[in-house]
T-cell receptor, first 112, second 116 residues
Framework: EPEVTQTPSHQVTQMGQEVILRCVPI?????FYWYRQILGQKVEFLVS????????KSEIFDDQFSVERPDGSNFTLKIRSTKLEDSAMYFC??????????FGPGTRLTVL | AQTVTQSQPEMSVQEAETVTLSCTYD???????LFWYKQPPSRQMILVIR??????QNATENRFSVNFQKAAKSFSLKISDSQLGDAAMYFC?????????????FGQGTTLQVKP
């Protein structure tokens, strides 16, 4: 069964460093998303991406964040200068036209 | 703006019994989707069940069923014959129907404990 994959599973970084989180969505899906979940809290929407551009972003998704689909398979989230409060689980998701989103296993980001 | 509320932070159920998790939402839209996701300790988000707002019939998936009350904006999840593997955090989520952004809005989650 097709699935969304994410790498790395765990990333540890120093405050102020740049990180890139990678995702491979399901191959025939056209809509891509990033969510984050701070430990013990609910899942929050960050950004949606369709047709090679951002379709919507939340207030969390400030200038420190960017997304890219560099080729036909990968979908990346870049955080330019990480802060302590960026420590969270980051989930990538993808969907087809039926709005059923499939989530990847997540990347746990720890900022020291 | 749409909101999703899960008023039960924790629930417990005896193995083989039935449990219902509550969810209410607020929206002015008529076209939308509702979902229940399961998050076990591994923190993977697993889709349990979905409901289209235009469908009057409640969705079912094996031991999982929903009670969708559109007028009351209520979307509860019933788990029958509970199993130890059902222990997890459960999130209710709202998705826009007609927007191509498709973002999901999640509730705060309910932790379900299953007692042997």
């Amino acid at each position: 069964e097709p699935e969304v994959t994410q790498t790395p599973s765990h990333q540890v970084t120093q405050m102020g460093q740049e990180v890139i989180l990678r995702c491979v969505p399901i191959s025939n899906h056209l809509y891509f998303y990033w969510y984050r979940q701070i430990l013990g809290q609910k899942v929050e929407f960050l950004v949606s991406f369709y047709n090679n551009e951002i379709s919507e972003k939340s207030e969390i998704f400030d200038d420190q964040f960017s997304v890219e689909r560099p080729d036909g398979s990968n979908f990346t989230l870049k955080i330019r200068s990480t802060k302590l409060e960026d420590s969270a689980m980051y989930f990538c998701a993808s969907s087809g036209p039926d709005n059923e989103q499939f989530f990847g296993p997540g990347t746990r980001l720890t900022v020291l | 703006a749409q909101t999703v509320t899960q008023s039960q932070p924790e629930m417990s159920v005896q193995e083989a019994e039935t449990v219902t998790l509550s969810c209410t939402y607020d929206t002015s839209e008529s076209d939308y989707y509702l979902f229940w996701y399961k998050q076990p300790p591994s923190r993977q988000m697993i889709l349990v069940i979905r409901q289209e707002a235009y469908k009057q019939q409640n969705a079912t998936e094996n031991r999982f069923s929903v009670n969708f009350q559109k007028a009351a904006k209520s979307f509860s999840l019933k788990i029958s014959d509970s199993q130890l593997g059902d222990a997890a955090m459960y999130f209710c989520a709202y998705g826009h129907g007609s927007s191509n952004t498709g973002k999901l809005i999640f509730g705060q989650g309910t932790t379900l404990q299953v007692k042997p």
